[in-house]
C-alpha cells in the first residue's frame, strides 16, 4: 500500500512564476479570516503566501483585510516577487484568477480602517457592492492617492511604503515615460523619502515647530516629518516644503485647524474654532531652523486651511 504524501505545496512550487513588473505598482485588498489571534496574524504575510488577485506585481501595495470580530484593515505590504495560482473552486469562479503571493514589510496599524470609512470617503467607489465571493478587489486608480493619506493617518511608518505608489500619481501625467525608466524612479524616491524624513528630524533639534512645549519629541522617537504640501499633491521633498512635528500638531496641520502665514514665514494662524486647551499648546511664532518656502505655505493656507474654515 502506497503511504499518501503531501504534494500540494510541491506542485504550487512547480507552478510558481516570477511575477513581471509593469508600468506602475498596483493597489490591491487581501483578504483573511481571523484565527483568534487578532490582528498579530498578518505578520504570516511574510511567511506564509496570501491569496491576491492575478494583476498582482512586485512593487505592488498590499492591504491586508481581517474579517471576524475584529474586522478591517489592519496592515500594509508588498508584494514580493513570486507568485502560485490559486485553487479553482469558489474563489474563482466568474472571477479574475487569484495568486498565493507572498508579502514583505507588512506594517500593522494601531486601528483599523474599516469599509464604511472608506465606502464615506470614497462615496463614488460601487466596487464594494461586488465584494461577496470575490474578496480581493483591485482599487480604482483615482482613489490611490487620498487612500495613501488615509493609510499614513493610521500609520505614519507606511509613507515610504506608499511613495512608489503616491510618485506613481505624480507621473502618470508625464507623456513618454517607458516602463524602464519608472522602475528606477520609483527606487530612487524611496531612498529620498526616508532621507528627507531623517534630515528634518535632525535639522529640528528634536523639536516640534509648533509645540509651546519644550519636549525632545526625537528622543521620545515620535517626531514626524510633515509636508507642508503633501506628496500626493506634488509637494517636494525639500526643507522648505517641510516641518518637524509632534503626531498632534501634525494631524492638526494636515487637517487645516492650523497654518503658517506665507508672507511672515513665521507666524502660526489657528482656526478660530479651535478649543482654548488646544490653542494653549502652540507657540506664537514657529520654531523652525530653516526657510520654509512661501509658494508651499500659500499652498497649504489656500486648499488645507481655508478648506477647514469654510466647514
Ligand atoms: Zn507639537
Known amino acids: 500500500m502506497r503511504r499518501q504524501t503531501r504534494t ?10 516570477t511575477l513581471k513588473p509593469t508600468t506602475r505598482p498596483l493597489l490591491y485588498i487581501v483578504f483573511r479570516r481571523d484565527d483568534g489571534r487578532g490582528p498579530s496574524q498578518l505578520k504570516d504575510a511574510e511567511r506564509e503566501p496570501w491569496t491576491a488577485p ?6 505592488g501595495v498590499a492591504l491586508f483585510y481581517l474579517t471576524g470580530p475584529k474586522r478591517g484593515i489592519w496592515a500594509i505590504g508588498r508584494a514580493a516577487t513570486e507568485a502560485a495560482p490559486g485553487k479553482p ?6 472571477n479574475r484568477p487569484a495568486y498565493f503571493v507572498q508579502h514583505t514589510n507588512v506594517i500593522l496599524f494601531s486601528s483599523p480602517i474599516t469599509l464604511d470609512e472608506l465606502r ?7 466596487f464594494w457592492n461586488n ?14 492617492a487620498q487612500l495613501a493619506r488615509i493609510v499614513a493617518e493610521k500609520n505614519p511608518s507606511a509613507r515610504d511604503l506608499l511613495s512608489p505608489w503616491l510618485s506613481d500619481t505624480e507621473e502618470r501625467e508625464q507623456p513618454r515615460y517607458d516602463s524602464g525608466r519608472r522602475s528606477v524612479a520609483t527606487v530612487r524616491r524611496l531612498v529620498r523619502d526616508s532621507t528627507f524624513g531623517k534630515l528634518v528630524r535632525q535639522e529640528s533639534g528634536g523639536r516640534c515647530a ?26 517636494p521633498d525639500e526643507l522648505g516644503n517641510a516641518l ?26 489657528l482656526q478660530p474654532t479651535l478649543p482654548p486647551e ?13 526657510r520654509l518656502d512661501p509658494k508651499e505655505l500659500k499652498w497649504h493656507g489656500d486648499n488645507v486651511f481655508r478648506k477647514r474654515s469654510k466647514l
Open 8 to 17: 500540494t505545496p510541491r506542485r504550487a512550487q512547480e507552478s510558481r512564476r
Open 278 to 290: 488646544i490653542k494653549q499648546t502652540f507657540r506664537g511664532a514657529l520654531r523652525c531652523n530653516w
Open 210 to 235: 509648533a509645540c509651546a512645549a519644550d519636549t525632545d519629541y526625537e528622543g521620545l522617537g515620535i517626531l514626524q516629518a510633515a509636508h507642508i504640501r503633501p506628496v500626493e499633491e506634488r509637494g
Open 54 to 59: 492575478r494583476e498582482t506585481q512586485p512593487g
Open 131 to 144: 465584494l461577496r465571493g470575490r474578496r480581493a478587489h483591485l482599487l480604482p486608480e483615482e482613489y490611490r
Open 89 to 94: 473552486g469558489k474563489w474563482a469562479k466568474g
Open 120 to 126: 464615506n470617503r470614497f462615496p463614488k467607489w460601487t
Open 244 to 269: 518637524a512635528l509632534c503626531p498632534n500638531h501634525h494631524a492638526l496641520f494636515d487637517e487645516g485647524f492650523w497654518t503658517v502665514d506665507h508672507k511672515d514665514g513665521r507666524k502660526i494662524v
